[in-house]
């Protein structure tokens, strides 16, 4: 449930600068020769390819073959741009990282230390500053951005075709980035669904994947494209077929969910994605929910208040026959013009709360006629679904009163908070953490 882990700066800046110099050079290596460019990164106005030499000179642009850089893309295309992570730090996870961190592609030359987080329809690109000890020089940006997908594609898918011709004009006309891209260049659109599909389970879809294909191939007759996105959002070839079973089994239960009114939700603007980070997104819809509301911003009983406003309890309500959680999948809605329907996992009350309200997020914040999945993935929506019910259950404003200045707090007293509240201990600790407060391990 990461909700403040990072400061990204929203800027719909992403671009990619590509020039070819008169005289290269030559190495040896007709691939590598023919692929040497002036190569440079932008993200939100900031060059991440920046560096300094251990003289002190400095430059933006950094001079090596692309190559490398164009076959790891082509490899790892679907992806890179589709994959979110599926919890916290995942990042750090050597499959995960080999497939977005950009000095998998280095191979000897000088590359920043950049990662690529898909989270929907927007790409978190963080880049860190990084000496380089090889090639004697220092990248030096640091930052964190969150830019659109789109974006992102589309100036890579530029920046490889520009290396291939390159390659081709040079005499190099077969190679394993031109076989990886012609696949993806000859993709059609209705395949490119599958495409996007199998690459967010970080799964390449030109290698079979029979178990799998049998499975997506079912389950996508029996929910909508919206659920059967987040199911492999937050999936992997691990955990799919259990996740897939137990997504049908909670499915089938929005049917007979009675219809929850949000009439009064809807009276004001649906929250949109318009803020840097996904937290802020979620926590900002939980100011304009208690407005409309009437609910107080540090009233521990908000919760309870909204959901009586809504008329429907999250501790009943009805439950799969699987009675608790599949660990990516906790609950799916289902919302049709001004009423939603919700099937909510497990019968612990302190989760189906937090569920319960992640989900009126999604019903909230997206059109209607549309459903979701509660899930684990690090996607914008769902990482403002959990930002926004851990303020509403928890408020910060409330924490601050019996927390008090104090820097560090007993993770006990965080426990009786929560016990009180009726809610998680995992929602109180990172509301309490995201807020300022460290907590003290017990000696």
Request: proline share 5%; glycine share 6%.
């Amino acid at each position: 449930m990461a909700m403040a882990e990072e400061l990204p700066i929203e800027n719909k800046t992403f671009k990619l600068d590509l020039q070819w110099p008169a005289n290269p050079g030559e190495g040896g290596n007709l691939l590598l020769d023919s692929s040497i460019g002036r190569f440079q990164i932008l993200a939100a106005d900031k060059s991440l390819t920046a560096y300094q030499t251990e003289k002190g000179d400095k430059n933006t642009h950094i001079n090596i073959p692309l190559y490398y850089l164009v076959e790891w893309l082509a490899l790892n295309w679907w992806s890179f741009l589709y994959e979110p992570r599926k919890f916290d730090r995942e990042d750090t996870d050597p499959d995960f990282r080999s497939r977005h961190w950009l000095g998998t592609a280095r191979n000897g030359f000088a590359l920043p230390d950049v990662m690529f987080l898909p989270a929907g329809e927007k790409i978190e690109v963080t880049s860190r500053s990084a000496f380089l000890r090889f090639a004697q020089l220092n990248f030096i940006e640091a930052i964190v951005a969150s830019v659109p997908t789109e974006a992102v594609r589309s100036e890579f898918t530029a920046l490889i075709e520009q290396v291939l011709r390159r390659l081709s004009e040079s005499g190099v006309k077969s190679s394993t980035a031109h076989e990886a891209w012609s696949r993806i260049r000859t993709t059609t659109g209705e395949e490119e669904e599958y495409c996007r599909l199998i690459g967010a389970m970080g799964l390449s879809p030109y290698v079979d994947h029979p178990e799998i294909d049998k499975v997506l191939n079912a389950i996508s007759e029996k929910i909508s494209s919206s659920m059967l996105s987040d199911l492999c959002d937050a999936t992997n070839r691990t955990n799919f077929n259990l996740a897939a079973e137990f997504t049908e089994s909670i499915s089938k239960i929005l049917d007979k969910a009675s219809p929850i009114q949000l009439r009064d939700l809807l009276k004001t603007s649906r929250p949109s994605d318009a803020l840097p980070r996904a937290y802020e997104w979620g926590y900002g819809a939980t100011d304009i929910a208690r407005k409309s509301l009437g609910i107080a911003d540090d009233d521990p009983e908000g919760s309870k208040v909204f959901f009586e406003r809504l008329q429907f309890d999250p501790s009943l309500g009805i439950e799969t026959d699987a009675g608790s959680a599949v660990a990516p999948v906790s609950g799916a809605v289902v919302r049709k013009n001004d009423a939603m329907r919700l099937s909510l996992a497990g019968s612990n009350p302190a989760h189906r709360k937090f569920a319960a309200a992640r989900a009126s997020f999604l019903a909230w914040s997206n059109k209607t006629d549309d459903s979701r999945l509660v899930t684990t993935a690090r996607t914008r929506d769902q990482q403002a679904s959990r930002a926004f019910a851990a303020e509403l259950l928890a408020p910060a404003k409330f924490l601050k009163q019996r927390l008090g200045k104090r820097g560090d707090v007993s993770p006990f007293v965080l426990d009786k908070l929560s016990d009180e509240m009726g809610i998680s201990p995992t929602v109180v600790r990172y509301q309490a953490r995201n807020n300022g407060y460290f907590i003290s391990e017990a000696a």
